[in-house]
């Protein structure tokens, strides 16, 4: 698989690196995990650090686009939860399910 990375932004305020990238594969479409260590390993930065926000695969094509966030530090990381847990880097949280009361007999 290779990357290309087509943009980078430093957004001070945020505290974060927006990048934009293009991918292509040879066989199937990469994970998330496969594209989250190869940029990782593109930009030298650390995997916890980085957040993949979209990824779109061309239909047809061995090829995609995508975008992601590169934090400063992992106190930086302010982003929606959902996405945390699609790469990873969260967990789900489990819902519990409350025993209903019986109801009161006659």
Same mark, same amino acid.
């Given at each position: ?27 199937? #479409? ?10 990782? #390993? ?10 993949i926000?979209r ?10 686009? +995508? ?12 982003? +929606? ?13 489990? /819902?519990? /399910?409350k025993? /209903?009361?019986?109801?009161?007999? /006659?």
């Open positions: 698989m290779d990357v290309e990375i087509k943009e980078k932004f430093q957004n001070k305020l945020l505290g974060r690196q927006e990048i934009s990238f293009g991918y292509s594969f040879a066989a199937a #479409a990469p994970s998330r995990a496969d594209v989250r260590g190869a940029l990782s #390993a593109a930009l030298g930065a650390k995997p916890e650090l980085l957040v926000e990824m779109v695969n061309k239909y047809g094509l061995h090829s995609g686009n +995508g975008r992601a966030f590169v934090f400063d530090s992992k106190e930086k990381v302010r982003i +929606g939860k959902h996405l945390l847990v699609r790469d990873g880097l969260a967990e789900k949280k489990k /819902k519990e /399910k025993a /209903k009361a019986a109801p009161a007999k /006659k």
